[in-house]
């Protein structure tokens, strides 16, 4: 899928947003909600555009961690609000990198980093303890031989 250019013919990046992201932005607005100044409306608006203009320019805010080998940025709006973000460039100069949104955060909080996580690496925990179950189970309850028979192989993995 090819990015939108920008006005010198270059692709812009594409922006996502990770399955964490989305929730730690609305946690936010709830919060702004809770404050008569807040203004929940005209802050989102806010974000949204400074996340938007990421796909313009990745890479123009400072790397604050990395972790799992990737460089997490952050981008500071109104003095006060953080998105956290990785930027992915591409290997190819026909096609735009990607910025993967990770977290929006209020910059009032203790720590405001701690809860941002790396949903694939989360995924692949899953499915190696999802792996390890399934085998285990293979092993206690006996494996259905190949040619699909209802007799099975108990133990089959001990020699």
Not at 13 to 29: C, K, V, Y
Not at 41 to 69: D, F, M, N, Q
């Amino acid at each position: 899928m090819m990015a939108a250019e920008r006005a010198n013919g270059r692709p812009s990046a594409r922006i996502t947003w990770t399955s964490g992201a989305r929730p730690s932005f609305m946690e936010l607005i709830a919060y702004l909600r809770t404050h008569e100044y807040g203004d929940p409306a005209s802050r989102a608006s806010e974000i949204i555009l400074a996340i938007e203009k990421l796909e313009y320019s990745p890479r123009r805010c400072p790397v604050v961690r990395t972790r799992c080998g990737k460089s997490f940025r952050c981008l500071v709006v109104a003095r006060r609000f953080l998105v956290y973000y990785i930027y992915f460039a591409s290997r190819s100069v026909r096609e735009a990198g990607r910025v993967s949104i990770r977290a929006v955060k209020h910059g009032a909080r203790r720590r405001p980093f701690a809860g941002v996580r790396e949903p694939e690496l989360e995924e692949w925990r899953q499915r190696a303890m999802n792996l390890r179950q399934w085998s285990t189970s293979l092993v206690t309850r006996g494996i259905r031989s190949r040619c699909g028979c209802s007799h099975t192989t108990q133990n089959a993995f001990e020699n």
